[in-house]
């Protein structure tokens, strides 16, 4: 019976949803916490990092495209986070050399997505365990949310990783009002953090 279990390429629990991609999920909340959050044109994101005595920090956040600005953050397993990372410049290089135009925002969003997607469905591959926060610029700014499962969304502030349900439902009450900033601030003060402001850069 166990070894029925362990063959399929997809196993899916009484709930209808695939148990590889649950377990994908719980990394990414036992992860540290990344935030984006746009306001004003310009896309603020923030990632918390461990930095130990004798481990060398590590930047979380990572410029994949220089000519729309776009910026991504994973939040889980550290492996795999570089993984989606160097694929995503691997493709924007590509894309950029094949056609000689950047890739826009949605582009590397929906890419990345259908890159984890594939991983969820082939016999000896395992889900990503990451999400990841892409933000940039094309026409306008634009913060996307890839799941594990390759599903993507656009928001205008979203957070993922550990507390990240409690959050996105501050994200949610308070993105209208104008200390919004300030209540993130104030919960970023208590782990330590590297911040990137986005803007749009014209050629």
Not at 66 to 76: L, R, S
Not at 101 to 124: M, P, W
Not at 126 to 151: A, M, N, Q
Request: charged share 25%; aromatic share 10%; with cysteine.
């Amino acid at each position: 019976m166990t070894t029925f279990y362990s063959n399929p390429d997809t196993l899916f629990t009484e709930d209808g949803e695939l148990s590889q991609v649950a377990y994908a999920r719980e990394a990414v909340t036992t992860a540290e916490t990344v935030i984006a959050v746009l306001e004003n044109d310009q896309i603020s994101l923030w990632a918390e990092r461990k930095e130990l005595p004798l481990l060398r920090p590590q930047n979380r956040i990572t410029q994949i495209d220089d000519k729309h600005n776009i910026f991504i953050a994973c939040a889980g397993l550290p492996a795999d986070a570089r993984v989606i990372v160097d694929r995503a410049r691997q493709h924007c290089q590509s894309h950029k050399l094949n056609t000689d135009e950047s890739l826009t925002v949605e582009g590397i969003a929906r890419f990345l997505a259908q890159y984890k997607q594939s991983y969820t469905q082939q016999n000896g591959f395992r889900p990503f365990g990451v999400s990841s926060l892409v933000c940039g610029y094309d026409d306008k700014p634009h913060i996307y949310e890839i799941d594990p499962s390759g599903d993507y969304w656009e928001f205008k502030a979203r957070a993922i990783g550990r507390f990240s349900d409690k959050l996105n439902d501050v994200l949610d009450k308070n993105y209208s009002n104008t200390d919004i900033f300030t209540k993130i601030e104030q919960y970023c003060k208590r782990f330590i953090w590297e911040k990137k402001e986005i803007v749009l850069t014209l050629d």
